[in-house]
């Protein structure tokens, strides 16, 4: 909670929380304590860790974390919905879809916000420290949420904030914009929307009705909030081992420190040393680092000493790879995702272990990431009807993560092989399973090959008669 503290003054000062819940007469569910963290989170995700200073270097390993975590959750997925123009602007979504999975473990949360722009709908992605969780139900869905828009202008700042809550099957909307400093109170006085070109054609209110949730997708960690227990939003990837980012960046600048202060140096006697046209002792400027320049004692030789002291990188490094291993553990990742493996130290099993334990991690992640596209889905199909952009009335969204994480694609493959050459399994299951087709996708594949075949073999037969 240190770090925390450090941050309160500035996040006090920038966003009244006081203010906003009596502008907006909210009863704010998501405590103060949480803001305060996920302006922490934001900045150590942005490699700015409270910790760092003069004598403390960092290797930025929480935003590493985030994105091996993000490759492993998002590698292989394929998602598409059935009705085309929907589908449309879904494939442009994702596209970005690894950069808003890091976005999540780093801060915590993210909202994908569908909107209309005059001709088209659009998706606006909200980061954590632009987004607040207002409300939620018992099961932990969102029911409320502000989302942040702000627009700076040399020291002046714009900022409009956005309520929408589910009340039944209605979603209420209310805009509020501020004026501020960007160095000062953001909120300093309200104005009329229409006053920034902006958002000159939003209403300060309205009403979407006929819906079951609210008009986007929210997503956040699937762990326990150790900040607030009772709070349906989770706590960044990195979190459990924040502690241990710390040691691990004090033990890096420890080797830092180590490979400097055992660099060959040659201490010599000025005397030795050649003069310039003034008579002073002259380095030469490429190995002005190499040589230390020295008066020695008169009753002494004048001669010089090499520094050249023997280097402790492997205990440095060691410790420092076990520190590694240690945040894999805390964060629940697989051994090897941070750390080098050393040989024959870990067993199979224990391999296996932290395989599945990682697994477990990712599909998390992909479960909450999968809830929060289908959710968006549904915000663009629900805008599309309220502006009259014909789409079907029923449609469907697939979804395919994949568990290569646990499974071996070769020897899976290898496997299929030898079930597919002993009749176990037919060509059409033998393409699903390492091809990715659906079955009348195989079906087809496999019919073409045949065809195909058949074609090779009788121009062949053809050849071999002529001659």
């Not at 929480?62 to 085309?84: D, F, G, L, N, W």
């Not at 663009?380 to 309220?386: A, F, G, M, R, T």
């Not at 499974?407 to 899976?412: L, Q």
Request: contains cysteine.
């Amino acid at each position: 909670m240190k770090i925390i503290e450090k941050l309160k003054g500035w996040w006090h000062k920038m966003f009244d929380y006081n203010k906003i819940a009596k502008d907006f007469n909210l009863d704010i569910q998501t405590s103060k304590d949480i803001l305060d963290a996920i302006q922490e989170w934001s900045k150590i995700f942005n490699q700015n860790e409270p910790w760092i200073n003069d004598n403390t270097s960092s290797l930025h390993v929480a935003r590493t974390m985030c994105e091996k975590v993000a490759k492993a959750v998002t590698i292989e997925y394929k998602s598409q919905c059935s009705e085309p123009y929907i589908n449309k602007i879904y494939q442009k979504f994702l596209r970005n879809k690894r950069k808003n999975v890091e976005s999540m473990l780093g801060k915590s949360l993210i909202y994908f916000k569908p909107y209309y722009d005059g001709r088209n709908i659009c998706i606006s992605v909200i980061q954590g420290d632009k987004f607040i969780p207002v409300k939620f139900n018992d099961d932990g869905d969102l029911l409320g949420c502000l989302t942040i828009d702000q627009i700076i202008d040399g020291s002046t700042i714009y900022t409009r904030l956005e309520y929408n809550e589910l009340v039944e099957d209605k979603m209420i909307i209310r805009n509020i914009a501020y004026k501020g400093k960007t160095n000062g109170v953001v909120f300093e006085r309200t104005i009329p929307l229409s006053s920034v070109e902006k958002w000159k054609d939003i209403q300060p209110e309205g009403e979407i009705s006929g819906v079951d949730r609210l008009i986007g997708g929210f997503a956040t960690m699937n762990n326990v909030n150790t900040i607030d227990n009772s709070s349906p939003c989770g706590v960044p990837i990195y979190h459990n081992a924040l502690d241990i980012l710390k040691e691990i960046d004090k033990q890096y600048s420890r080797t830092l420190w180590e490979f400097e202060g055992t660099e060959l140096a040659i201490d010599a006697d000025s005397s030795i040393l050649l003069t310039d046209a003034k008579g002073k002792s002259s380095i030469p400027q490429r190995k002005k680092r190499l040589f230390r320049k020295f008066d020695f004692d008169e009753t002494k030789d004048k001669t010089y000493n090499i520094f050249s002291p023997e280097i402790r990188d492997n205990s440095y490094f060691n410790g420092l790879n076990e520190l590694l291993r240690q945040a894999e553990n805390a964060c629940h990742l697989a051994y090897g995702t941070l750390s080098k493996l050393p040989e024959m130290v870990k067993t199979a099993t224990e391999i296996k272990t932290s395989k599945q334990d990682y697994y477990v991690t990712v599909s998390d992640i992909q479960e909450s990431m999968q809830n929060a596209f289908d959710d968006l889905i549904y915000g663009i199909y629900v805008l599309c009807k309220l502006y009259n952009i014909p789409v079907k009335n029923n449609y469907i969204v697939e979804h395919d993560w994949d568990d290569s994480i646990l499974i071996d694609k070769e020897m899976a493959r290898n496997q299929s092989l030898i079930e597919r050459n002993n009749k176990i399994t037919s060509d059409v299951q033998y393409v699903m399973d390492t091809k990715g087709y659906k079955e009348q996708e195989a079906i087809e594949y496999v019919k073409r090959q045949k065809e195909y075949r058949k074609i090779t073999e009788s121009e062949k037969e053809t050849e071999i008669d002529e001659e």
